[in-house]
């Protein structure tokens, strides 16, 4: 790691953008069976896993429409919200130490945004679903955005809503195109790779912060909070 890269890395940190599906939450299983629940009732057809995450970028009812038909899409998008809702507590959980990390970066006064492509109804169900909507300041979803991930807008909107810089802000996301909408914007990216379907890709990406586990990110991130901390006090 060269010089300029290390300081960069070590600058504070006073925000963390957190990615949903596959950084927050594990809810492929709950996604793939959603998308083909709809599927199968207004098209007569399943999609694989790699089908479906194909289909990522835009909200799910984009997605849905490209399925089942724009005549078909209002009450397919109504099927599917309900049948997302009906399974959320049995097939999505939080990945181990979420909880924990969010609510000691809270504590320390971080200010904490979702950036998902997910429409804004289901990140509402799964934040809450899941107990942690009290920790944001800011949700940003597909439904929020002219320009969907890649593109960097959204993390944009954070920065101007927040009143934060780029320099001290981490994105936190598990796709290419976290890292790719990330280096858009300016802002340090780091690669969950617990849970992720583009481990190889975003290797060969070159993403400077990787993490294998929520253990090895908490380690990270709060060494780096308490370090300003620390520097602050002695000022």
Request: charged letters at 30%.
């Amino acid at each position: 790691m060269n010089e300029a890269t290390r300081q960069k890395l070590e600058r504070p940190i006073r925000c963390v953008i957190f990615d949903v599906d596959g950084t927050l939450a594990q809810t492929n299983d709950l996604i793939f069976s959603t998308f083909n629940y709809v599927a199968e009732r207004f098209a007569g057809r399943r999609f694989s896993p790699e089908q479906i995450i194909a289909l990522f970028g835009p909200p799910e009812e984009v997605a849905i429409g490209r399925i089942v038909g724009e005549e078909q899409l209002p009450i397919a998008a109504a099927e599917f919200y309900e049948y997302y809702y009906t399974h959320l507590p049995d097939m999505a959980r939080l990945y181990p130490g979420i909880d924990e990390l969010l609510k000691e970066l809270k504590e320390r006064n971080i200010r904490l945004a979702i950036f998902t492509g997910k429409g804004r109804r289901t990140t509402l169900m799964t934040l809450e679903g899941l107990n942690i909507a009290h920790y944001f300041d800011l949700l940003v979803t597909g439904d929020d955005v002219m320009d969907h991930k890649p593109s960097g807008e959204g993390i944009r909107q954070i920065l101007i809503k927040l009143k934060c810089t780029p320099e001290e802000t981490l994105m936190v996301g598990d796709s290419v195109s976290d890292v790719k909408a990330a280096r858009e914007a300016g802002v340090r990216i780091a690669s969950a790779q617990w849970d992720s379907y583009s481990v190889e890709k975003l290797r060969e990406m070159e993403v400077e912060l990787s993490f294998p586990s929520v253990a090895a990110l908490r380690r990270w991130l709060l060494s780096q909070v308490d370090k300003e901390r620390s520097d602050e006090c002695r000022r």
